[in-house]
């Protein structure tokens, strides 16, 4: 199987799949969308369905903690606590450990319990399978047919991506889910055999997946309710349902709503629709244009002002020694775009 077969066949394709005859990119409407969606996390309709079906179960969860916060303990102070938590904790933690690890290895762990640590530092609201198979299919496809979060889709089609689009093939043959598994081997997670993927349709073991998740939730309830009781417990919850609902639409955000929006100077990867924002990059680190630029670094923060939290929790973990080595692209950035390109600004 060539690779480009391979990243073609690996994702679990939509009813109304990726392309049509012309190889145009198939835009379904919301009523397919939802449809499809539902067919997704019917555990009844096929066991296979089960890791769309728990990440469903993590929304559910969280949602009474959500409707506990605004409607029983809520306070202006505990709200600035769920913005933080939200949009910087959470947002940060997603950089650090979906993004620039699981996915990318753009660093590693000096000792696995460093790992285990940082796959925990929040609350669990996605298991990793989802986010990693995927995203390596949306570097190798971005902004074209096959993109499981193809901005050009739509909001709603990159909003409910993650049980549309963006689970493994229940039909690779054994080669290829071998070479499946290579994308997941470092990130800890327990990995089915070949026969487990062929009864439960996923690489990563469920009995792990959801003993997995229910120890974080318990370890996080726990701790937040000796801190601060139910009034804490429930607004941290709730802010890690609004990174669940953010984290979705960055997918159509990040990439310009399927628009050209290329900036001169900010924006230098002109291959794809992504584009460097500010909100998103000072508050987890995903200056996302440069980071399509070197997808493998450490570090996507390279224009002066350009703060990179998830960088800085790196780097510090290889100073404590926790961390065994990075890979940072600054230099490489640098050394390409940092003098030749007009209108580009200065460093830092």
Request: proline fraction near 4%; include cysteine; hydrophobic fraction near 45%.
């Amino acid at each position: 199987m060539t690779t480009g077969s391979f990243i073609e066949n690996l994702l679990h394709a939509p009813s109304y799949g990726w392309k049509d005859q012309a190889d145009n990119l198939i835009v379904p409407s919301s009523k397919q969308l939802w449809l499809e969606a539902l067919s997704r996390i019917n555990i009844f309709r096929s066991r296979k369905n089960w890791i769309s079906f728990v990440s469903f179960l993590m929304l559910i969860g969280m949602l009474p903690f959500f409707f506990l916060f605004f409607f029983k303990y809520f306070s202006w102070y505990l709200l600035a606590a769920v913005v933080i938590y939200s949009m910087a904790v959470m947002g940060t933690h997603g950089t650090i450990w979906f993004h620039r690890y699981c996915t990318h290895k753009s660093y590693g762990f000096s000792h696995p319990i460093w790992r285990i640590i940082t796959q925990n530092l929040v609350i669990k609201t996605l298991p990793e399978e989802i986010y990693v198979v995927s995203h390596h299919v949306h570097h190798c496809k971005s902004d074209e047919p096959g993109d499981p979060y193809n901005a050009q889709g739509g909001f709603w089609y990159c909003m409910l991506a993650e049980y549309n689009h963006q689970r493994v093939s229940p039909f690779l043959d054994e080669a290829a889910f071998k070479k499946a598994t290579r994308f997941m081997e470092h990130t800890g997670v327990k990995l089915n055999s070949y026969k487990q993927y062929r009864k439960w349709g996923s690489l990563s073991s469920p009995a792990y997946t959801i003993t997995v998740w229910l120890m974080n939730w318990a370890f996080w309830i726990a701790v937040l309710f000796l801190i601060g009781g139910p009034a804490l417990v429930c607004a941290i919850f709730s802010a890690a349902f609004l990174w669940f609902t953010f984290v979705r639409a960055f997918n159509y955000t990040g990439h310009g709503g399927g628009e050209k929006k290329h900036r001169e100077g900010i924006d230098f990867d002109r291959s794809n629709l992504s584009i460097n924002q500010s909100r998103p990059g000072l508050l987890a680190g995903e200056w996302h244009n440069n980071h399509h630029l070197f997808p493998g670094s450490a570090r996507a923060g390279f224009l002066r002002g350009q703060l990179d939290l998830a960088w800085v929790y790196i780097y510090t973990l290889r100073q404590l020694r926790m961390v065994s080595w990075y890979k940072d692209s600054k230099k490489e950035f640098l050394k390409k775009y940092g003098t030749s390109a007009p209108g580009t600004k200065r460093f830092i």
